[in-house]
């Protein structure tokens, strides 16, 4: 009854538009899923109403029509339905019917969004940071300064790049320890943590680590992609203990430190081992990238499904046109479900082996997201590989994913507290 007085009135309260416009999201009707994101931001910015029509038709977005936002669709290359008041109440009411796995949450608010990401990076070099720039989603980017100084306090939802939080340079090493670009690097990120008050960049990754860790706790949205997701969780379960070896910070690792990291302090992972050999590249037993056996022609995930009034949180972060997504690689690729802590959702998996590819959970009074893999449309992205162009890939699955959790955030409290 108390969904039934809900529905009607948020019909009522829309009644005095004529028209509509639907921005459908199914595979047949949306030409450009990605940029349609982009239009809900843009209304969500100019204080409009926007309803996320949670599986019905890929995901649909349904507002009051407006001759800026037919504009703005034609502009961007956005499909789009202008429809009736009454066609509206009644996909509405479709929608409402406790026998359709569907529900309607209005997004109220464009949050604001901060990229994690050191200077002098190209869009391209990060899956978020190309879709953001490609459907028009304005961002900021801030880096350890601005993170110790409680900067985040001032956004909404944060994206973590593809960064190193144990202050080993990307287990580069073996690889890439003669190249210019890694000696570079490598000088200027102690210069840049000694200029921060701290003697070793693994310092100031842990404390940069910390304070996102107190922001997410605090209420905020994290995002985090590749190798920013298990390296922040080895960072937060290191606190106090050398993992190090000498030619990342200059002196040698504690000794025994496996015994000693504390999994309670992370968000998703536990009872994981730690690589030790820093000619490996790999962190640790969280990443599942040379264990995985499965064929690039195999190599797909399936996306969960729950019930949208029930679950509205996972539902909104799954929203697509598809059920089955391409798989894709990184230096993190997909998480161990056997060390996934059991309060965490995997949302995403590979029904070959049962790894997780995207997994969200709480921390605190926030949220935030794990997903595995570098580029969503590039299989096996390498160093200098060329950038991702997504104006050949605007139905993308995997990247429609990112968009969902930079919109999560907007959707109504009530929604993100059930």
Same mark, same amino acid.
């Given at each position: 009854m108390k969904k039934i007085i809900i529905i009607i009135t948020l019909l009522m309260s829309w009644s005095g538009f004529s028209n509509f416009i639907l921005i459908p999201m199914d595979f047949e009707s949306q030409d450009n899923h990605l940029k349609a994101y982009g239009i809900s931001y843009w209304l969500l910015e100019r204080d409009q109403k926007v309803q996320w029509l949670l599986n019905y038709r890929g995901g649909s977005f349904l507002s009051p029509y407006s001759d800026d936002l037919k504009r703005e669709c034609t502009i961007r290359g956005v499909s789009f339905e202008v429809i009736s008041n009454s066609k509206s109440e009644e996909i509405l009411r479709?929608?409402?019917?406790?026998?359709q796995n569907m529900e309607a949450v209005l997004l109220e608010k464009a949050p604001k969004i901060a990229v994690y990401s050191p200077q002098g990076n190209a869009p391209w070099d990060d899956a978020v940071t190309m879709?953001? =720039?490609?459907? =028009?989603?304005?961002? =900021?980017?801030?880096? #350890?300064?601005?993170?110790?100084?409680? =900067?985040?306090?001032?956004? #909404?939802?944060?994206?973590?790049h593809h960064e190193d939080f144990t202050g080993q340079y990307g287990k580069f090493y073996r690889a890439y320890r003669s190249a210019p670009w890694y000696i570079k690097e490598k000088k200027e990120a102690e210069a840049y943590a000694s200029s921060l008050g701290y003697d070793k960049v693994s310092e100031a990754k842990l404390a940069v680590s910390k304070k996102i860790n107190a922001y997410v706790i605090g209420?905020?949205?994290?995002?985090?992609?590749?190798?920013?997701?298990?390296?922040? #969780?080895?960072?937060?379960?290191a606190d106090g203990v050398d993992i190090c070896e000498p030619m990342f910070d200059g002196d040698p690792s504690e000794a025994g430190y496996q015994n000693k990291i504390d999994y309670s302090k992370t968000f998703a992972f536990t009872d994981f081992i730690l690589e030790k050999d820093p000619m490996v590249y790999e962190y640790s037993s969280i990443d599942m990238t040379e264990r995985r056996a499965v064929p690039k022609s195999k190599d797909y995930f399936t996306l969960m499904d729950y019930s949208a009034k029930w679950d509205p949180i996972p539902t909104m972060l799954c929203q697509n046109h598809t059920a089955v997504v391409k798989g894709f690689m990184g230096q993190t690729t997909a998480f161990n479900?056997?060390?996934?802590?059991?309060?965490?959702?995997?949302?995403?998996?590979?029904?070959?082996n049962e790894e997780a590819r995207y997994?969200?959970?709480?921390?605190?009074?926030?949220?935030?997201?794990?997903?595995?893999g570098h580029d969503p449309e590039d299989y096996q992205h390498r160093v200098g590989d060329p950038k991702t162009e997504l104006e050949l890939h605007p139905k993308s699955p995997g990247y429609r994913l990112i968009l969902n959790n930079i919109l999560f955030p907007a959707a109504e409290k009530k929604k993100q507290k059930t």
């Open positions: 479709t929608i409402s019917s406790p026998s879709v953001l =720039e490609f459907a =028009e989603i304005p961002y =900021e980017t801030i880096y #350890d300064k601005e993170v110790l100084a409680d =900067e985040l306090l001032l956004y #909404d939802w944060l994206h973590l209420g905020g949205f994290m995002f985090a992609m590749c190798s920013a997701t298990d390296s922040f #969780d080895i960072a937060l379960s479900p056997n060390q996934i802590k059991s309060n965490v959702l995997v949302m995403g998996k590979n029904k070959l997994i969200h959970g709480i921390k605190g009074k926030g949220f935030f997201t794990f997903y595995g």
